[in-house]
């Protein structure tokens, strides 16, 4: 009994190891016909241009998951800009319409559920010529580059 027992454990541990060497033989062919590249470089210094460049001159283009997450990306980058801005603001005494400063608090409330009835109070703050003053003033904090 116990000597059948030690005999299922091996075959359990060779059919194991049999699978973990499939798969590493079948890693080692696939990863022959790949090539790895790593880009290094600063934040904001072409990394993913480069990449979504390499995607469109292959041919192949965006698929609707890459653009799903393009949504999203730009999205998070307009609520961490207009975080950023309007914190600026706020810590330098400066102060927009109180009907503005309403419309605005509640946008970044949204953060990245940013939703199209949302645009026309970006535009307005956009325009406002408080929020322009800070925007010439960005050497001073960190905005993204395509923040505008
Ligand atoms: N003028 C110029 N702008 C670029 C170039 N490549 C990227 N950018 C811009 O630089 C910013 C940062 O690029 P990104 O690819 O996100 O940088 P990453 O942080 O290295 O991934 C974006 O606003 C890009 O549009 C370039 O070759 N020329
Ligand atoms: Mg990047």
């Known amino acids: 009994m116990f000597l059948c027992c030690l005999d299922a454990v091996a075959r ?3 059919y194991l190891n049999n699978e973990i060497e ?3 033989k079948k890693e080692k062919r696939e990863g022959q016909r790949e090539y790895k590249l790593l880009l290094l470089g600063t934040g904001e210094s072409g990394k993913t241009t480069f990449m979504k460049q390499m995607k469109i001159i292959s041919g ?3 698929t609707q998951d890459d653009y799903k997450l393009s949504r999203e990306i730009v999205r998070d980058n307009i ?3 207009l975080f950023k801005l309007h914190k600026y603001l706020k810590s330098h005494q400066m102060s927009l319409s109180s009907q503005l ?3 605005i608090e509640e946008v970044i409330k949204a953060g990245v559920d ?3 009835f949302h645009v026309e109070t970006i535009r307005d703050y956009w325009a406002d010529s408080v929020v322009q003053q800070i925007f010439q003033k960005r050497g001073t904090f ?3 580059d ?3």
């Open 12 to 14: 359990e541990q060779r």
């Open 22 to 24: 499939k798969q590493l």
């Open 60 to 62: 192949k283009g965006f």
């Open 79 to 81: 609520a961490d800009s």
């Open 101 to 103: 400063e309403t419309a």
């Open 114 to 116: 940013l939703r199209s």
């Open 142 to 144: 960190h905005v993204l």
């Open 146 to 148: 395509s923040f505008k």
